[in-house]
């Protein structure tokens, strides 16, 4: 009975404990092998150059990071990809936003239009990337053709540097619409009606309604949405890589952090270079994040409990 | 009142038909690009929007080409074992997370919260260094690897865990049932929404990854409808009659689950997304 600290944890307390770590063990152990110590693991091949044809890797402190910082394709990398996420992540919500608020009321089809503006969330990017490729393309696309028709001047969209990014980021609003719009929508929906009952009696119109209402109320959910779509955004990928090969002459204009990854750890086989970059993502999600979370407290309305 | 009302509906329902229309254009062109020749599919003068007839000469080549059914066969595989592992062990976990007091338990749910907010391409070469090092690259379990548990299941399932009422725990220990049972039999079908939202969300993006099975499994055999779609564009880049009907073939079974389940996946992905 003198087992010190153990003495006053009962049996069914200690059967609690049991339980609980037999729960958790096969998530913890495959956390920690699949995701914990591969952190640690990429910083550490940071610092390694890989060697040439099994010579292992050599290392090279910090020479990864200096050569990043040097780099210019990794400075292009980034600046495409802060401006690829802000041209989708703004002109995307704000298009979901408008849709929502449209859904959200008795419209006639209503079911119709949440299920067709889904449908680009449940297809490949890779299929979804060809036919773009195959409407953006300068010979024979729907796009110049139609352009033409109108008298303006045709378009090469995936091959004009000034122009690539921006026809994929038109991409990656086309297939986050919907998913932004299911999210706004339940949001939307747990507003609750008796809000906009009174401020009708109080005579107020559809518009002030949205602005008094439904947009303080809607902004917790806009607020992740945000951060969410900001983080998948800064980690575009899909879309880069099936339309913007290395030869193009778009690409220093169009390349991301995260493509740029993948051809320095997999097509170049440079997996200590490759990790750099890729730590260079996570300061820059980190960043971003964190601004973002300090901002909130200017725009985001939470109601107050009880 | 009436009067008032119609002239709003009307633009609202303009601005959803033309958002609509955007959204499904680009598949509408797809199907009808994937039966026409080459020479139709270039036409341009004029525009050649219905082939002039429906041949299944593309399909029948790329299927013969590239095979689809094995493709099939690993997507499926891929997305079913990466379900099971994600139910099966994201709820376990969850469920202590939420309803057990055991030393250990925050700090372990915090390792939870960090692998979440980690960017995923951060672990790739080492799971790719791993599946390399026990020799089972091009297979299946190379697939379900990165997948094997799910910290976002575990957080998600947890939330939905903790929804629920105390005194249910009670009067199961009251009938004599241990925690093991209690959590089979009592709280787990409770939280049969979260089950079903985290299965679509698991099926949805592991079926639409591209970089992990582009990276791990090289060879044709091993590859998913997703991987072999990128190595489908870079052989036939010319011949877009034929690379559209290798897109149709790939989305389609998706698709026609999704209008099936339209309820299911537009709720489950609403719910995984809101209770983050």
């Known amino acids: 009975m003198s087992r010190g600290p153990y003495k006053k944890v009962s049996l069914s307390q200690r059967s609690e404990w049991y339980w609980g770590w037999f729960l958790i063990a096969p998530t913890m152990v495959g956390l920690i092998v699949l995701n914990i110590i591969p952190i640690f693991q990429t910083l ?31 400075w292009h990398a980034v600046g495409n990809t802060l401006l690829y996420a802000l041209m989708v992540v703004p002109t995307g919500i704000a298009l979901a936003m408008i849709t929502a608020v449209l859904l959200n009321r008795n419209i006639k089809g209503r079911v119709l239009y949440r299920t067709i503006y889904f449908i680009p969330v449940v297809a490949v990017p890779a299929a979804v990337t060809m036919v773009w490729r195959w409407l953006y393309n300068s010979h024979y ?34 297939s986050t619409v919907g998913y932004n719009m299911v999210l706004l929508l339940a949001g939307l929906q747990e507003i609750p009606k008796t809000y906009y009952e009174a401020s009708e009696i109080d005579g107020a119109g559809k518009i002030r309604q949205f602005f008094v209402i439904t947009l303080p109320l809607i902004t917790p959910t806009l607020f992740f949405v945000v951060v969410t779509s900001m983080i998948q955004a800064l980690q575009v990928f899909d879309v880069i890589y099936m339309m913007i090969d290395v030869t193009n002459p778009a690409y220093e204009r169009s390349v991301s952090l995260v493509y740029l990854f993948y051809n320095n750890s997999f097509k170049y086989l440079n997996k200590g270079y490759g990790s750099a970059i890729v730590m260079l ?13 300090k901002a909130q407290r200017k725009w985001v309305y939470y109601m107050k409990e009880g | 009142m009436a009067e008032g009302r119609k002239l709003p509906g009307f633009f609202a329902h303009l601005f959803l ?15 009808l690009t994937s039966f026409k020749t080459v020479t139709e599919s270039t036409a341009w003068d004029p525009l050649v929007i219905f082939p002039a007839s429906w041949k299944w000469e593309n399909y029948l080549e790329v299927l013969k080409q590239y095979d689809f059914l094995r493709l099939y066969w690993n997507t499926l595989a891929m997305m079913a074992l990466r379900v099971i592992c994600a139910l099966l062990f994201s709820s376990m976990a969850a469920y202590a997370f939420a309803r057990l007091r055991f030393p250990g338990r925050d700090l372990c749910f915090g390792l939870v919260l960090f692998q979440m907010m980690v960017p995923p391409q951060i672990f790739i ?43 249910l725990e009670e009067s ?33 993006f592991a079926f639409k990854d591209l970089m992990w099975p582009l990276i791990v499994n090289t060879s044709a055999k091993a590859a998913t409808l997703s991987s072999a779609l990128a190595k489908i564009q870079s052989a036939y880049s010319v011949n877009y009659p034929q690379l ?20 299911q996946f537009v709720e489950g992905i609403a719910t995984s997304g809101g209770k983050l």
């Open chain 1, 141 to 174: 696309g729907l796009i110049n053709y139609l352009l033409s028709r109108l008298n303006f001047s045709t378009v090469n969209w995936t091959t004009d540097p000034d122009i690539a990014l921006a026809s994929i980021a038109l991409i990656g609003i086309w």
């Open chain 1, 44 to 74: 550490y091949l940071s610092f390694f150059k890989s060697g040439d044809f099994g010579r292992g890797n050599i290392y090279v402190g910090l020479d990864n990071y200096r050569k990043l910082l040097n780099d210019p394709q990794v």
């Open chain 2, 244 to 263: 559209m009907a290798a897109a149709v073939i790939a989305i389609l079974p998706m698709l026609v689950v999704y209008l099936i389940f339209q309820k």
């Open chain 1, 281 to 293: 993502l996570l300061v820059i999600i980190m960043i971003v994040t964190v601004i973002q979370v």
């Open chain 2, 125 to 167: 070469i080492p799971q790719y260094l791993m599946v390399d090092a026990m020799g089972m690259r091009n297979t299946i379990f190379a697939l379900l690897f990165p997948g094997l548990v799910s910290a976002f299941g575990t957080f998600l399932l947890r939330q939905f865990f903790m929804g629920l009422p105390k005194e």
């Open chain 2, 172 to 204: 199961a220990k009251l009938d004599g049932c241990n925690i093991g049972q209690t959590f089979v039999r009592v709280m787990l079908p409770l939280v049969r929404s979260g089950l079903v939202a985290l299965a679509i969300f698991t099926a949805l």
């Open chain 2, 17 to 31: 038909l033309a958002g609509a229309f955007l959204m499904i254009l680009p598949f509408v062109w797809m199907l």
